[in-house]
């Protein structure tokens, strides 16, 4: 029996469907993508910090219309400065992804942060009690299903876009990032490991709250054994186990219980560039393609894109054309 079909049966078996959805999201109703969303109540969640080990606790609050997506730290006095989560304020990728202001940081936000992309959430604040945002299970579910059981708001005011006006590229020997224009939001990714368990995997997604919801939230973050980053991460850090992350020794997946899909890695990349690409603080029309990218790439084309100002616009985007 080949590995990937073990894994299918795995998959099948330990997970007939999907845990995230929630009646709340208002799942089959028409979503309006054109204006902006905030959640209807607030929610909480509460984990350990992969790389601290430390217990946080989050608030996502709902925010009103062009507030964005804000960090406050509450174990902090009182006028501790927000931080918005933008490019700009990035202050770290190596280990995470970290945003500070002022000194004041919160890390390990991307997971979150697609969440929010994920399931088009605009505005919102997002009170934590520590540094390090909870690694849940190394996905994006736990946040999907807290903010779905919360509720979505449609807010009055337009969602404004980053709108792809030409192709763009960023090449860094075998691997690339790119954006072309596209009515919509896709993003492609491919990745290229060599052990079997990995191979080659290629996913196209069409961005939209179901096929998020369906396709990519519960994707986990993923590392190798021999890996020294990742071995840091496990042995350094006090909070990564089998719990928050698939782990490759060799050719094995040392989770007892398997993947969650078959192609759960290239999924997890979707959804880690999905958290990257959120800190252009607008959702984006057009095409992203990504080929064996991370976040330190992808950051880097984040930057050559803002910089590239005929390569977008931004705007309104009234009618998104078979929403
Ligand atoms: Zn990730």
């Keep these: 029996m080949s590995k990937d079909f073990k894994h299918r049966n795995a998959y099948h078996e330990q997970h007939p469907k999907p845990d995230c959805h929630h009646d709340d999201l208002n799942r089959g109703k028409?979503?309006?993508y054109?204006?902006?969303?905030?959640?209807?109540?607030?929610?909480s969640c509460?984990?350990?910090g992969v790389h601290s080990g430390k217990e946080a606790r989050i608030s996502i609050k709902p925010a009103p219309e062009n507030h964005g997506i804000r960090?406050?730290?509450?174990?902090?006095?009182?006028g501790t400065p927000d931080i918005p989560a933008l490019f700009k304020m990035v202050v770290d990728t190596s280990l995470a992804t970290v945003v500070g202001n002022q000194g004041v940081i919160v890390s390990t936000i991307e997971h979150l942060m697609a969440a929010f992309t994920g399931l088009a959430i605009d505005n919102a604040l997002v009170e934590i009690d520590g540094y390090e945002m909870p690694i849940m299970d190394g996905s994006a579910g736990e946040f999907a299903k807290a903010i779905g059981g919360a509720g979505i708001r449609t807010q009055k005011n337009s969602r404004w876009f980053f709108v792809a006006t030409r192709p763009l590229d960023l090449v860094d020997g075998d691997k690339y990032v790119r954006i072309k224009p596209h009515p919509k939001f896709k993003i492609s990714c491919a990745i290229d490991f060599?052990?079997?368990?990995?191979?080659?995997q290629e996913l196209t997604f069409d961005l939209s709250r179901e096929s998020f919801l369906n396709e990519i939230c519960r994707a986990r973050t993923f590392g190798f054994v021999k890996d020294l980053r990742f071995l840091k991460m496990f042995q350094l850090g006090r909070g990564g186990s089998l719990d928050n992350a698939v782990v490759i020794d060799n050719d094995k997946i040392l989770n007892p219980s398997g993947l969650r899909y078959p192609d759960e890695f290239v999924r997890h990349k979707i959804l880690d560039c999905l958290g990257d690409f959120a800190l252009l603080g607008m959702p984006i029309i057009g095409h992203i393609e990504t080929c064996k990218s991370g976040h330190d790439l992808n950051h880097r084309f984040i930057k050559t894109f803002l910089e590239t100002k005929d390569a977008w616009e931004t705007r309104p985007v009234a009618i998104i054309p078979d929403e």
């Design 30 to 32: 028409k979503i309006q």
């Design 34 to 43: 054109h204006l902006q969303h905030t959640l209807t109540k607030s929610v």
């Design 46 to 48: 509460a984990g350990i």
């Design 71 to 78: 960090f406050r730290r509450t174990d902090l006095p009182m």
């Design 194 to 200: 060599d052990t079997p368990v990995i191979g080659s």
